[in-house]
């Protein structure tokens, strides 16, 4: 997937290099990774720390909590560190998303586990639909980007209507 990546994956990195290595030292490589996120963007403690544990390993340490695509958005590692940083994620469970003209790691809000607005699980569709597209996300199949997102009521609370290509949203 473009000019950098994992085996077996054409997207969830997002490659950079600098022509400019001797005024930016440090950037010559400053390639993002992207890691699925759970539905609802719930994360735990531990899981965090886990996260950051494994970033500040093998990237800069710097982190988006969350992008427009709601993925764990890592930013700044070197080509070399891409694999072995891969490999740990995975190690503990997680999951690289998608980035580039692909299918976007879906996203929800967090539907009846918190609010008593949402019409339906948002949660278990959103997991449901990442399960059945997550080979859209890890090997472009599309000529774009594509996005879905889950808002349990009309509030919208994920902007499914404004930041997505699909939203389904309870009524």
């Known amino acids: ?13 997002i490659g950079r290099y600098s022509d ?5 030292p440090g950037l010559e490589h400053f390639h993002t ?10 994360y735990t403690a531990s899981a965090l720390r886990e996260l950051c544990d494994i970033w500040d390993k093998h990237g800069s340490g710097v ?15 070197r080509t070399e560190e ?3 940083c891969f490999e740990a994620l ?3 469970g997680w999951d690289i998303g998608g980035s580039g003209s692909a299918m976007r790691s879906p996203s929800c809000c967090l539907g009846q586990s918190r609010c008593e607005w949402s019409c339906y699980d948002t949660m278990e569709a959103c997991y449901q639909l990442t399960q059945e597209f997550q080979f859209d996300l890890h090997r472009p199949s599309f000529p774009y980007k594509y996005k879905l997102k889950f808002s349990g009521c009309p509030n919208d609370c994920v902007a499914a209507i404004a930041r997505s290509d699909m939203s389904m949203i309870g009524v």
Do not use: C
């Open 63 to 77: 982190l988006n909590v969350h992008g427009a695509t709601g993925d764990m958005v890592f930013l700044g590692t």
């Open 20 to 24: 400019l290595p001797d005024e930016f």
């Open 33 to 42: 990774m992207r890691a699925n996120q759970p539905s609802g963007w719930y």
């Open 1 to 13: 997937g473009g000019i950098v990546g994992v085996l077996g994956y054409g997207s969830g990195i």
């Open 82 to 84: 891409l694999e072995p």
């Open 90 to 92: 995975t190690a503990k």
